[in-house]
């Protein structure tokens, strides 16, 4: 235990704050690293760019183009990464062995090396059926398309999902995460709005239906306020998976890029926690839109993380990242993006909460505001510092000596 350390230590616990039991909590908190970074959402299907209004800019070399490789990229990202980890897949990043496999065709033998991958590396795995880049997208329509082969083309799709992740769940013992995010909308004013709205309805009715092991699956679906080429429309709009997830019992998924830039996320999570076990959450930092850039240690992150542990809700809210950014090194972004999410949990599980909720309570606002502020300059660095070097990984900016070696070795190489 370094000096430094000790004398935090005595600070925040002059506040009331037990430093040694939000670095216990926190390195017990599983945080789903999402793949896609590693290349820029390409996955292994041989396939052009992202469609779905979705996009990562940027033609940084070095670029992960086989599984093995996105594997050894994200060791070197995850070995610079304190805290618990999963690992978020999708669809799209199945190991056929060159077989070309239609994503209604997916089975459990094709994940079989993600398995393997995290069983040696004790990770649980998460799901994303992919309803992008794809020729069954029919006039920027998936689940909610007019044509019922393309629905059924993408309700196959969700079961072989469903199936893969349910084998996840048995295989690694922890459950997997299905994350339901469809890209569909429309560019200009619908005329009819309900319409694809109930198709898509039905299309999760019928996708809920089969039976998987609650053991192994959680269930969550994704909402979103627009994308690029569809501004007039989304089909699947806050309000519809909201109201779905609570009738069906299912998970709902905020994703912080989904929604209009002065709106506070943060300040949702409260009121689904009221009427849901569980709350996923895609953790993103939009700049102007839902641009994906690599998350910052920013007031909006920090806020979102305070909140899950003002709300006691550690157990409760499901934790991932997802961003792309293609302009810079993807195994630093990767290590960026996940170092602020656990800077943000430590920042926020060092805040005394419950006597801050009891000068609100007792109308001490005064008290409150002083109070509030004078933790943002508390020694948080030397707590975190303390965190890394029990996680055996780099307190400070040391770690892209790692970036630095593994671009030379292996990234310039390719
Ligand atoms: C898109 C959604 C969705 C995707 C991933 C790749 O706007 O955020 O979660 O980013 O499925
Ligand atoms: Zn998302």
């Given at each position: 235990m370094s000096e430094r350390y000790a004398y935090a230590q005595q600070q925040y616990q002059a506040i009331g704050v037990d430093t040694e039991q939000a670095i216990e909590k926190l390195s017990r908190l599983p945080v789903s690293i999402h793949c896609w970074q590693g290349d820029d959402l390409t996955g292994f299907e041989n396939r052009g760019g992202t469609s779905g209004g979705i996009l990562a800019t940027g033609n940084f070399p070095g670029r992960a183009t086989t599984p093995e490789q996105l594997m050894q990229d994200l060791d070197t990202a995850f070995s610079l990464i304190p805290g618990k980890k999963r690992l978020n897949l999708h669809a799209v990043y199945a190991v056929t062995g060159g077989k070309k496999?239609?994503?209604?065709?997916?089975?459990?033998?094709h994940?079989?090396?993600?398995?393997?991958?995290?069983?040696?590396?004790?990770?649980?795995?998460d799901m994303n059926p992919t309803y992008f880049s794809h020729e069954k997208v029919k006039d920027g329509l998936?689940?909610?398309?007019?044509?019922?082969?393309?629905?059924?083309?993408?309700?196959?799709?969700?079961?072989?999902?469903?199936?893969?992740?349910?084998?996840?769940?048995?295989?690694?013992?922890?459950?997997?995460?299905?994350?339901?995010?469809?890209?569909?909308?429309?560019?200009?004013?619908?005329?009819?709005?309900?319409?694809?709205?109930?198709?898509?309805?039905?299309?999760?009715?019928?996708?809920?239906?089969?039976?998987?092991?609650?053991?192994?699956?959680?269930?969550?679906?994704?909402?979103?306020?627009?994308?690029?080429?569809?501004?007039?429309?989304?089909?699947?709009?806050?309000?519809?998976?909201?109201?779905?997830?609570?009738?069906?019992?299912?998970?709902y998924l905020i994703d912080?890029?989904?929604?209009?830039?002065?709106?506070?996320?943060?300040?949702?999570?409260?009121?689904?926690?009221?009427?849901?076990?569980?709350?996923?959450?895609?953790?993103?930092?939009?700049?102007?839109?839902?641009?994906?850039?690599v998350i910052a240690l920013d007031d909006s992150l920090k806020e979102m993380c305070r909140e899950i542990v003002a709300c006691d809700a550690l157990d409760r809210v499901i934790i991932g990242s997802d961003y792309f950014d293609a302009s810079i090194n993807r195994v630093a972004a990767w290590v960026i993006g996940a170092r602020n999410i656990q800077k943000a949990l430590l920042y926020a599980l060092l805040i005394p909460h419950a006597s801050l909720a009891a000068l609100q309570d007792e109308g001490r606002f005064t008290e409150l505001l002083a109070m509030q502020e004078e933790i943002k300059t508390f020694p948080f660095t030397d707590v975190w510092a303390e965190y890394c070097r029990r996680m055996k990984v780099p307190a400070g900016p040391d770690w892209m000596k790692t970036i630095h070696a593994y671009t030379e070795e292996v990234l310039s190489q390719r």
């Open positions: 496999v239609d994503r209604d065709q997916l089975l459990p033998e994940f079989e090396a993600w398995v393997e991958y995290a069983k040696a590396r004790g990770l649980g795995l998936t689940l909610s398309s007019p044509d019922p082969e393309v629905r059924r083309f993408w309700i196959d799709h969700t079961k072989a999902c469903r199936k893969i992740a349910e084998y996840f769940g048995k295989e690694l013992g922890t459950p997997s995460l299905v994350d339901v995010w469809i890209p569909d909308g429309l560019k200009d004013v619908p005329a009819d709005r309900m319409g694809p709205r109930k198709r898509l309805k039905e299309s999760l009715d019928e996708i809920y239906a089969q039976k998987v092991d609650p053991h192994c699956v959680i269930d969550c679906m994704e909402a979103k306020l627009f994308g690029i080429g569809v501004e007039s429309y989304t089909v699947g709009s806050h309000e519809f998976y909201m109201n779905y997830a609570a009738k069906n019992d299912l998970v912080n890029g989904h929604f209009h830039p002065t709106e506070s996320c943060a300040d949702k999570l409260s009121s689904l926690l009221l009427f849901s076990d569980k709350v996923a959450l895609h953790l993103t930092r939009g700049v102007r839109w839902d641009s994906d850039h």
